[in-house]
């Protein structure tokens, strides 16, 4: 599976609720070193934290259990009011203290960028460059593309880890799920994984097999939203599925590969494709009323959801305000003097 943004453990936590489709070994890849070692401090952070809630509260600083005990459910629609309460910061450095000191550095940026919404990468908006820029969200789900997401107070980025929502974090057996063959169970011992620096436009399968022959199993390849983007796919999805299909196995026979993406999941063997399910492509982007088409009638929830809007509008504002204080408030960012003007105008508006 393509690191990308660890979706390929959805598909992970679906093989492994299934009997008799436990995989024999896992393969995260990339073509970028830096996400192979986001990789490998991801699969560190899980085999640590017993519980979804415990991953979430290492990665964004704030106890989702506690918080929900005095707040409800953490959800798209209150998880900026779970962002504006304070980081656990004593939490953050036990964490930190178990990690291996190899992933410390990288843990320590993902932290603050995940909980104090920070990111001094390079930004594309003008004047933005060290300003905070939330990249990371606990849950977004589908209407993540709505318009608050995209505002000028830098709420861009759009990488979810879909917290109480869809796949191996949704719900707690699907986490467990994806742990235990981590760690290892009772009556099953931990999956082998490993990481290899594979691009996925020239992957051929003898890069990431096992030694041993796979005993005519097909093997599943996820590549995240690969086969949407031209820049990661210039010869698009068919080019895979080309190469794919002229691998063989150690006794010569040719492979069987499940291609997974969030678009498509086809079966390549040799020169035959076929494609098994393809995904209905529903508008993530709610009505805007700056478009010039409108809906055909006004209906309750056409007026529900531009309120929603709203209200996710004024809840984002409020929590990149706060973020923007704290960001004033600490020693190890500094800011240019065409930032810093930056930050005091938002603030100000």
Same mark, same amino acid.
């Given at each position: 599976?393509?690191?990308?943004?660890?979706?390929? *453990?959805?598909?992970?936590?679906?093989?492994?609720?299934?009997? !008799?489709?436990?995989?024999?070994?896992?393969?995260?890849?990339?073509? =970028? $070193?830096?996400?192979?070692?986001?990789?490998?401090?991801?699969?560190?952070?899980?085999?640590?934290?017993?519980?979804?809630?415990?991953?979430?509260?290492?990665? *964004?600083?704030?106890?989702?259990?506690?918080?929900?005990?005095?707040?409800?459910?953490?959800?798209?629609?209150?998880?900026?009011?779970?962002?504006?309460?304070?980081? =656990?910061?004593? #939490?953050?450095?036990?964490?930190?203290?178990?990690?291996?000191?190899?992933?410390?550095?990288?843990?320590?940026?993902?932290? @603050?960028?995940?909980?104090?919404?920070?990111?001094?990468?390079?930004?594309?908006?003008?004047?933005?460059?060290?300003?905070?820029?939330?990249?990371?969200?606990?849950?977004?789900?589908?209407?993540?593309?709505?318009?608050?997401?995209?505002?000028?107070?830098?709420?861009?980025?759009?990488?979810? *880890?879909?917290? +109480? %929502?869809?796949?191996?974090?949704?719900?707690? /057996?699907?986490?467990?799920?994806?742990?235990?063959?981590?760690?290892?169970?009772?009556?099953?011992?931990?999956?082998?994984?490993?990481?290899?620096?594979?691009?996925?436009?020239?992957?051929?399968?003898?890069?990431?097999?096992?030694?041993?022959?796979?005993?005519?199993?097909?093997?599943?390849? *996820?590549?995240? !939203?690969?086969?949407?983007?031209? @820049?990661?796919?210039?010869?698009?999805?068919?080019?895979?599925?080309?190469?794919?299909? $002229?691998?063989? $196995? %150690? +006794?010569? %026979?040719?492979?069987?590969?499940?291609?997974?993406? #969030?678009?498509?999941?086809?079966?390549? /063997?040799?020169?035959?494709?076929?494609?098994?399910?393809? /995904?209905? &492509?529903?508008?993530? /982007?709610?009505?805007?009323?700056?478009?010039?088409?409108?809906?055909? #009638?006004? #209906? @309750?929830?056409?007026?529900?959801?531009?309120?929603?809007?709203?209200?996710?509008?004024?809840?984002? &504002?409020?929590?990149?305000?706060?973020?923007?204080?704290?960001?004033?408030?600490?020693? =190890?960012?500094?800011?240019?003097?065409?930032?810093? +003007?930056?930050?005091?105008?938002?603030?100000?508006?």
């Amino acid at each position: 599976m393509v690191v990308g943004g660890l979706s390929g *453990f959805d598909t992970l936590a679906e093989l492994l609720g299934r009997p !008799n489709s436990r995989p024999q070994r896992i393969v995260l890849f990339d073509r =970028d $070193e830096g996400a192979l070692d986001l990789g490998r401090l991801m699969i560190c952070l899980v085999m640590h934290c017993a519980t979804r809630a415990a991953l979430l509260h290492a990665i *964004f600083g704030r106890c989702p259990s506690a918080w929900e005990s005095a707040h409800g459910p953490l959800t798209a629609q209150t998880m900026l009011s779970y962002l504006r309460a304070a980081v =656990d910061e004593p #939490t953050i450095a036990s964490v930190r203290r178990a990690l291996p000191s190899a992933h410390r550095s990288l843990y320590d940026t993902i932290v @603050k960028v995940a909980a104090y919404g920070i990111d001094t990468g390079d930004c594309h908006e003008a004047g933005m460059v060290g300003l905070p820029m939330r990249r990371v969200w606990p849950c977004w789900g589908l209407r993540r593309g709505c318009p608050p997401h995209a505002s000028g107070l830098c709420g861009g980025g759009h990488e979810t *880890f879909h917290y +109480n %929502e869809v796949g191996w974090l949704g719900a707690e /057996r699907s986490y467990t799920l994806v742990r235990e063959a981590l760690c290892g169970s009772e009556g099953a011992a931990a999956l082998p994984v490993s990481f290899e620096r594979i691009d996925l436009g020239e992957m051929t399968l003898p890069a990431c097999q096992p030694a041993e022959a796979s005993g005519g199993r097909a093997h599943v390849v *996820f590549m995240s !939203n690969a086969d949407q983007s031209a @820049k990661f796919l210039p010869r698009g999805r068919q080019g895979v599925e080309r190469q794919l299909g $002229e691998s063989t $196995e %150690e +006794n010569g %026979e040719r492979s069987t590969v499940l291609l997974v993406s #969030t678009l498509a999941l086809t079966r390549v /063997r040799g020169a035959a494709v076929d494609l098994i399910a393809r /995904r209905s &492509q529903p508008g993530e /982007r709610p009505w805007d009323e700056r478009r010039e088409e409108r809906p055909p #009638t006004w #209906t @309750k929830a056409h007026v529900d959801g531009v309120a929603q809007d709203e209200a996710l509008r004024e809840a984002l &504002q409020a929590l990149r305000r706060l973020e923007l204080y704290r960001c004033l408030e600490r020693d =190890d960012v500094a800011l240019d003097q065409s930032s810093l +003007n930056h930050v005091l105008q938002m603030l100000h508006e």
